[in-house]
């Protein structure tokens, strides 16, 4: 079915109605989470605020969430998510309903949603975007953990899609930087998210025709996407530009890069408003099982 903005109207009604995520949640500290780390031991200084580490910069909490759907395979496909600014793992799945749309999504895969900046203004994943291979043990850990929670079988990381929100393109471009699993990165999304490492984001995207990117985008990041487009544009016309009120799930399966416009819904809601977190979802790699 083709989905437009005039289609998914419905949508945060009938979500409202839903009941609690039909999966299990886990919110473990992991060794290999963003934080504590050496650059932000003494906190963090913003307009002239010190956001100190003991509240900011000492959680090593790493949310999971396993769908109803989810069947153990040898390799873990998993959904990687980057939050924004002033937030903390559990008001992340709250706010914008990642685990209810994930459920949606039909994905046979987890969510995983690391702990960054708590509730601070920062877009720094700390060792996620500074360690060489902080990804990969990151998601060792992830199976590890599973394992001990009965899902037993996981041998290693499958395909991994990086979606990031606002800020947490810090996070989702730091693991492009140094996370040493860019070759298992099948798809990377961005929700009004292009503020910066464009460079990782683009290289990424060059290295190979297979891998999916997208990008959601208000006039906050206009010229970030912008900057994106001249860095993934190929001598041949080989992007897409489509506006969010008319797009559908076949446009968005494209694997050239492509960037949707939203003139209608505002920054903070370009998750879960219109569950296009869920949409985006199902054009993944991971989508086709």
Do not use: C
Not at 47 to 52: K, S
Not at 174 to 190: F, I, K, P
Not at 223 to 250: C, E, H, I, W, Y
């Amino acid at each position: 079915a083709l989905w437009t903005l005039a289609a998914l109207q419905v949508a945060p009604a009938i979500a409202q109605t839903q009941p609690v995520p039909l999966g299990r949640t886990f919110t473990p500290s992991l060794p290999s989470a963003p934080f504590p780390y050496e650059d932000r031991a003494a906190g963090h200084v913003y307009q002239g605020v010190l956001y100190d580490a003991a509240t900011h910069y000492s959680d090593s909490t790493v949310g999971i969430y396993v769908p109803p759907q989810f069947r153990p395979r040898a390799a873990l496909d998993a959904v990687v998510h980057f939050h924004g600014w002033r937030n903390h793992v559990a008001e992340v799945f709250r706010r914008y309903r990642l685990r209810e749309q994930f459920d949606a999504s039909g994905l046979n895969a987890v969510l995983v949603v690391p702990q960054g900046p708590k509730d601070a203004p920062d877009s720094d994943f700390g060792r996620l975007a500074h360690i060489a291979g902080d990804f990969g043990r990151l998601m060792h850990d992830v199976i590890d953990f599973l394992g001990g929670q009965g899902y037993t079988g996981i041998a290693t990381t499958g395909r991994v899609v990086l979606t990031a929100h606002s800020g947490g393109y810090g996070g989702a471009g730091g693991v492009l930087s140094v996370g040493g699993l860019n070759d298992a990165v099948t798809d990377v999304m961005l929700f009004d998210a292009a503020y910066g490492y464009y460079d990782a984001f683009a290289t990424w995207v060059n290295g190979s025709s297979r891998r999916h990117f997208l990008s959601l985008f208000t006039g906050d990041t206009a010229t970030g996407n912008a900057v994106l487009m001249s860095k993934m544009q190929a001598a041949v016309p080989n992007l897409f530009v489509r506006d969010a009120s008319t797009m559908t799930l076949a446009e968005l399966q494209t694997r050239a890069p492509t960037f949707v416009i939203t003139t209608t819904v505002a920054h903070d809601d370009v998750l879960q408003r219109l569950d296009w977190f869920e949409l985006f979802l199902k054009t993944t790699a991971i989508a086709g099982g």
